[in-house]
T-cell receptor
Framework: GEDVEQSLFLSVREGDSSVINCTYT??????LYWYKQEPGAGLQLLTY?????DMKQDQRLTVLLNKKDKHLSLRIADTQTGDSAIYFC?????????FGTGTRLQVFP | SQTIHQWPATLVQPVGSPLSLECTVE??????LYWYRQAAGRGLQLLFY??????ISSEVPQNLSASRPQDRQFILSSKKLLLSDSGFYLC?????????????FGPGTRLTVL
């Protein structure tokens, strides 16, 4: 099937690290994406990783890719209240992106 | 630079009324265009996408339709709204001919059907 799976919820304390996981379906995907959706807004691209990379770091964000297991993760270091949002992973499929189910990250003080 | 617009931002409509949501993109040509629906607290459901004028692909059967009368205009319509049509509707675009590349999202339209 075409289901890209994520856990629904994650709750972390401010200052801790957050790890959001995603299992995708197509081992031939060239790029994999992470999007962030703040309440009442559209999605914004947060970061992406090429399929020939195992890791990508961008400031507080670290993306890890395990192609063998088709597993993608997003780590947010020093999580802040402004990081509270829904996070979607996505993989390409012909002219479309297949989005994961989304993980709602809640950051508490 | 490219921008994407959606309107209206919010809409409250009675059951059985018609619907027309509009999405326009500026600053690019021949984009791929997409309509998504997001139910409250849920993920994204791809409704329609278009790779060119007059070319519409439907992802799920429903009482909605889409049209692309101009290169950078994408319209979502319904003749008679159902309660289940309530949700957050998002339009997105990507560069044409690039096959599943990054999508850029509009601000969304929140539709409430009463």
């Amino acid at each position: 099937g075409e289901d890209v799976e994520q856990s629904l919820f994650l709750s972390v304390r401010e200052g801790d690290s957050s790890v959001i996981n995603c299992t995708y379906t197509d081992s031939s995907s060239t790029y994999l994406y992470w999007y962030k959706q703040e309440p009442g807004a559209g999605l914004q691209l947060l970061t992406y990783i090429f399929s020939n990379m195992d890791m990508k770091q961008d400031q507080r964000l670290t993306v890890l890719l395990n192609k063998k297991d088709k597993h993608l993760s997003l780590r947010i270091a020093d999580t802040q209240t402004g990081d509270s949002a829904i996070y979607f992973c996505a993989e390409p499929n012909t002219d479309k992106l297949i989005f994961g189910t989304g993980t709602r990250l809640q950051v508490f003080p | 630079s490219q921008t994407i617009h959606q309107w209206p931002a919010t809409l409250v409509q009675p059951v059985g009324s018609p619907l027309s949501l509009e999405c326009t993109v500026e600053g690019t040509s021949n984009p791929n265009l997409y309509w998504y629906r997001q139910a409250a607290g849920r993920g994204l459901q791809l409704l329609f996408y278009s790779v060119g004028i007059g070319q519409i692909s439907s992802e799920v059967p429903q009482n909605l339709s889409a049209s692309r009368p101009q290169d950078r205009q994408f319209i979502l319509s319904s003749k008679k709204l159902l309660l289940s049509d309530s949700g957050f509707y998002l339009c997105a675009w990507s560069f044409g001919g690039t096959g599943g590349s990054e999508q850029f999202f509009g601000p969304g339209t929140r539709l409430t059907v009463l």
